[in-house]
């Protein structure tokens, strides 16, 4: 008997499945990842770990019930990584539960590089310890677990997680926005969690347990002590050795390290997260400020100083007490509450309000290098990455709307200048969208979004959507901007505002005689100078380019006889703005040598009879090339001309 399949195709459910570049198939209804993933190549089947649904994270083994946009994600993408990362984390469970029955996991999240789990155990993890549990990691990679999820009750969790209180309390913070949670399983573990995952464990080619720590649960100092396995995994064992290599030079280049050794900062514990600038860092800090403040002149920006401690009413205005009071430092002023400040927005608004505007006066630019204060937690303090007062080179435009694209193509201009130009690095270009319990209207975020994405698509910049991770104000436009070794850091952010102005209103007068709003755009170029400031140090490992060396010049007499005239050199060169020094020690030439070169000064300047009698130096740099004999004054316009250019 004749069967037409075609009936079959007319009683099945189909769903329409748009790809990134806007390309629509019909898929049966239950479609998974894998799957579209097949049809679009085997290459893309093979290299794929996850799937966006609708900007919603799948794992590829989760059925697709409707019609949907969907991006699959490799692990060269971000959600990739995580997806992959987040696998890895279960796997890491798994072999600790395994080896250590008695112990609780907590959590265990996908972070910037790797992972980490929390587990409650009764004596901290050894190093053989961890030994162990990458063996036993390797026998649950290898027995290739096939990774499944469930939709469960609140209920049904309680009864599964019964003996993990850590689970209990999450499950309890769940139920005030579900009836249910999703459970995902491997052999004979399960876990909470909200996905995406790999599909199976197999999939983790190469990993590798990095140290352990203490941390408290959920961070908080009164509750539990917990300790923290961190990890990284890769693809290949090619990835994982070559990322290994790069840790270890990470290492080398540590910029608390290198800051302690040439004596640029250090941390007290009297004041968790606050640097101290000593005179060598102070002189890089003030070096890049003054490096901006000469490029404003140039570019139409004002430079404003605004106070520190300001009331509550200011912040709930601005949406910061609703949205980032956990991260303020709180006090009182007049018996009323008030904060430090942690950002610079709401104070330039209110010089803004100072007087009547005009169209004519637009765009206008303030720009501010005051100190903020945010209050971190302790425990994710580190060096400068992380601190709790910091410097950003921040500035607030006021626009009409008519100016929001050529100010912003304005900024990717100066941004090119300083990354590109002036520093060497290349950037990658991220624009983050609404995120949850944001600022304003959906059609005011719309607005600004499309705004931005015509300005990227009008500067032939390639962008990625980061979905969600916006300001709680308006989207922005993050930079990316990779160093020496191949890590990419968040710097530049261009932050588009519709919210501030209505929030505060702000108006000028049109050139129509009407009352207008303005548009707000927030920009910070290096971002934290604390922050950018650690990723020059690691970036040139503590050798500087001689226009941001705190150590420029060294004077090195060969003999007693000899120091008198290289005071007269470092008087020369300092009178010119250039930072020298003389070594008057006893030590050898030799060793005065190798101790300039450790201290990173570029230019080593050896003075003897021959030189004291022609009135020259003969010169070295500090990577052992010898320039031979020159005049001051010959070398003093090389040097100037050097840092002119900043080369």
């Not at 097949?38 to 290299?47: M, N, T």
């Not at 693809?235 to 790069?246: E, N, S």
């Not at 005689?513 to 920009?523: E, F, L």
Request: with cysteine; charged share 25%.
């Amino acid at each position: 008997m004749f069967i037409n399949p075609n009936l079959f195709a007319l009683s099945m459910t189909v769903i329409t499945i748009e790809l990134p570049d806007g390309t629509k198939k019909q898929h049966p209804k239950g479609v998974t990842g894998i799957q579209i993933a097949q049809s679009i190549g085997a290459r893309l089947a093979r290299d794929a770990v996850a799937i966006k649904v609708n900007n919603e994270l799948y794992d590829l083994f989760r059925p697709i019930e409707q019609d949907a946009k969907i991006m699959i994600l490799t692990f060269d993408q971000k959600e990739g990584k995580s997806a992959f990362w987040h696998s890895t984390a279960h796997v890491l469970a798994q072999a600790v539960l395994s080896l250590f029955p008695d112990a609780k996991p907590t959590i265990g999240p996908p972070i910037d590089e790797g992972f980490y789990y929390d587990f409650d155990v009764k004596k901290p993890f050894a190093a053989d310890d961890l030994e162990k549990i990458e063996k036993k990691m390797e026998e649950i990679v290898k027995s290739d677990y096939s990774i499944s999820r469930a939709v469960v009750s609140i209920k049904d969790a309680k009864k599964q997680f019964k003996h993990n209180k850590y689970k209990l309390e999450l499950i309890d913070d769940f139920s005030q926005q579900s009836e249910t949670v999703s459970v995902y399983s491997q052999g004979d573990f399960s876990d909470l969690c909200r996905g995406g995952h790999v599909p199976n464990t197999g999939r983790i080619g190469a990993f590798k347990l990095l140290k352990t720590s203490s941390a408290y649960w959920r961070g908080d100092q009164k509750r539990e002590s917990l300790q923290r396995i961190y990890g990284i995994s890769f693809p290949t064992v090619k990835q994982l050795k070559d990322h290994l290599h790069m840790l270890e030079e990470a290492e080398k280049r540590d910029h608390r390290k290198i800051g302690t050794a040439l004596d640029l900062f250090s941390f007290q514990d009297v004041s968790p997260g606050s640097p101290f600038f000593h005179p060598k860092g102070t002189f890089i800090f003030n070096t890049l400020t003054n490096f901006l403040r000469s490029e404003y002149v140039k570019r139409g920006y004002q430079e404003v100083i605004t106070p520190q401690l300001f009331h509550k009413e200011l912040w709930e205005i601005s949406g910061h007490w609703a949205h980032y009071k956990q991260n303020m430092f709180l006090t009182t002023m007049d018996g009323q509450e008030a904060s430090i400040k942690p950002m610079n927005c709401p104070t330039h608004v209110l010089i803004y309000k100072t007087t009547v505007r005009s169209y004519r006066e637009l765009p206008l630019r303030f720009a501010d290098f005051g100190a903020l204060h945010r209050n971190e937690v302790r425990g994710t303090l580190g060096g400068l990455f992380r601190v709790r007062k910091l410097h950003q080179d921040d500035a607030h435009i006021f626009c009409a709307e008519e100016h929001i694209e050529p100010e912003i193509h304005k900024l990717i201009d100066f941004i090119r200048f300083l990354y590109q130009s002036t520093f060497g690095f290349q950037f990658t270009v991220e624009l983050s969208t609404k995120p949850d319990g944001a600022l304003g209207s959906e059609e005011l975020w719309t607005k600004a979004e499309n705004s931005l994405k015509s300005a990227l698509d009008h500067a032939g910049l390639p962008f990625n959507i980061n979905p969600g991770d916006g300001a709680f104000y308006g989207p922005k436009i993050d930079f990316h901007i990779k160093d020496a070794l191949g890590r990419s850091w968040q710097c530049a952010t261009i932050q588009l505002d519709f919210n501030f102005p209505e929030r505060f209103n702000l108006e000028f007068d049109g050139s129509d005689g009407k009352r207008h709003r303005p548009v707000m755009i927030h920009r910070a170029l290096f971002g934290s100078l604390e922050r950018f400031i650690g990723i020059l140090i690691e970036h040139y490992a503590g050798r500087f380019p001689l226009w941001l060396n705190p150590n420029q010049v060294a004077l090195l007499p060969i003999a007693d006889r000899h120091a008198d005239y290289c005071k007269e050199v470092v008087s020369m060169l300092r009178g010119e703005g250039l930072r020298a020094d003389v070594n008057e020690s006893a030590e050898t030439t030799g060793k005065k040598i190798r101790d300039a070169q450790v201290a990173q000064y570029s230019y080593l300047l050896i003075v003897g009879d021959v030189e004291m009698k022609n009135k020259t130096v003969n010169v070295r740099t500090r990577d052992e090339k010898v320039h031979g004999e020159k005049s001051v004054d010959v070398l003093l316009k090389e040097l100037i001309a050097e840092i002119k250019n900043r080369k």
